[in-house]
């Protein structure tokens, strides 16, 4: 809209256009109050019953919450009003009404459950603390970025219709390409290994994953984002640094440039960026501080999966992020490499929070012989993915990298209590629309 200036720009003595939403009118006799709204904020704008136009006041009193007007006038100080300044205005405009019955209340005055608000995201988000997820959202991704870029990685885009699935398994949305059977990839991990294999030998991606898992809570998504770098001569104390550099950054960015979302969340007071090296416990001392707790009812042992309740113990227990190192070679996919002098141990390793894992990593297995005999250990076919494992005959160098869940980043950090609210149109076992 030309010439419009937004509200929290509007300066006394000035002829403005502002433009946004009907947050609400007050009617008090002869004058009444009509609070506009854009994403900047709100400004009043003052209708005087009998000193202004009869028509273009009841055009601003008639207009429904949320219907969209576009007002001209001057800008006045008020220290009455809730931004110390009001528009009394010289010209109003319905630019698009807005029904009188709204599936939800963008004022919050009325409370929506999670359902309906994901029903109506346009009216969700013009709640504040709404906007304000992703906002910061936005801030946070974009210095990751930044990070990566400063660890001279190349952004890269790869596909995500494919013939195989990264590791197998049954956790793949199946579809139609032209007559033969594809699926949505459930991640970029082996496309980003063969990148790290040429001479970008840095990459990162922050692209969408899909995985076909049965899981209903508040922490899964069938479709979510993935932070995902590689790097050719790294190895994996190299990746975690990375990861830990890269986690750190989100959070210096979101803290400097996101002081009034942060207050508009309601936790500007309590939000810190994490300082100092994040603790890196072997997957051994990881089962010894889970058990010497009491708090599972079962012990613990070598091969075993940490449970949600036991990541919760021992994310108590350390009150940090933190890293879990040297899983058990069993339990790591056929691409990890395991440690040459302790072969039953693999250098694959997870970031935890202590509210839940947010990235799996490692280094690679790049030695060709090695990784068709991980296929076959794994039932895999690797004629399947001969496209991947051929490049590994034309010199591929050591390599690492993880996969970080950009949702469960932003949920950790504002400490959401389900992902759904970390991701516009989520897509779960009962959501496909919108």
């Not at 994403?39 to 219907?67: F, N, P, Y």
């Not at 709204?102 to 709640?127: F, M, W």
């Not at 910061?136 to 190349?154: K, M, Q």
């Not at 032209?178 to 949505?184: L, V």
Request: hydrophobic content about 35%; charged content about 30%; aromatic content about 8%.
């Amino acid at each position: 809209m030309h010439g419009r200036t937004y509200t929290a720009d509007a300066t006394p003595g000035e002829a403005v256009t502002v433009a946004g939403w009907v947050h609400e009118t007050r009617d008090l006799g002869g004058i009444a109050f009509l609070i506009l709204r854009d994403k900047t904020g709100k400004i009043q704008v003052k209708l005087e019953k009998d000193e202004m136009d009869e028509a273009m006041v009841d055009t601003g009193l008639d207009a429904h919450r949320e219907s969209v007007l576009k007002v001209e006038g001057d800008v006045k100080e008020e220290p009455r009003a809730p931004t110390g300044v009001e528009v009394v205005p010289t010209d109003i405009e319905v630019v698009a009404p807005a029904d009188p019955e709204l599936p939800l209340d963008p004022s919050g005055k009325v409370d929506a459950e999670l359902p309906t608000r994901l029903d109506n995201r346009t009216l969700d988000l013009r709640k504040p603390e709404v906007q304000a997820v992703f906002e910061i959202r936005a801030e946070l991704l974009g210095a990751v970025r930044d990070a990566f870029r400063s660890h001279d990685a190349t952004e890269i885009n790869t596909p995500k219709i494919v013939a195989t699935g990264t590791e197998g398994g049954t956790e793949l949305f199946p579809i139609s390409y032209f007559g033969e059977e594809a699926f949505m990839n459930q991640s970029p991990q082996l496309f980003k290994q063969l990148m790290a294999g040429s001479n970008l030998e840095r990459v990162f991606e922050i692209g969408p994953i899909f995985r076909a898992e049965e899981h209903n809570t508040p922490r899964h998504l069938n479709e979510a984002h993935s932070i995902d770098f590689e790097g050719a001569f790294c190895d994996h104390t190299e990746a975690m640094d990375v990861a830990e550099a890269v986690t750190k950054a989100g959070y210096e960015a979101v803290a400097e440039n996101c002081a009034d979302e942060l207050e508009t969340l309601g936790i500007a007071d309590e939000f810190a960026v994490p300082s100092g090296e994040f603790p890196r416990l072997s997957y051994q001392e990881a089962l010894d501080r889970v058990n010497a707790t009491g708090e599972l009812d079962e012990h613990l042992a070598w091969g075993d999966d940490l449970s949600t309740e036991a990541e919760h113990v021992l994310g108590e227990a350390v009150g940090e992020h933190y890293f879990i190192t040297d899983w058990p070679s069993e339990v790591k996919p056929f691409y990890i490499k395991d440690h040459d002098d302790e072969p039953e141990k693999s250098t694959g390793f997870d970031m935890m929070h202590p509210r839940m894992e947010l990235v799996s990593g490692g280094q690679r297995e790049h030695r060709h012989e090695q990784l068709i005999a991980g296929f076959e250990q794994q039932g895999l076919d690797p004629e399947e993915f001969e496209y991947y494992t051929k490049m590994f005959k034309y010199g591929m160098p050591p390599h690492a990298g993880w996969g970080m869940g950009a949702e469960r980043l932003l949920m950790t950090m504002l400490d959401l209590d389900n992902i759904r609210e970390a991701v516009l149109f989520p897509r779960d076992r009962q959501r496909l629309s919108p």
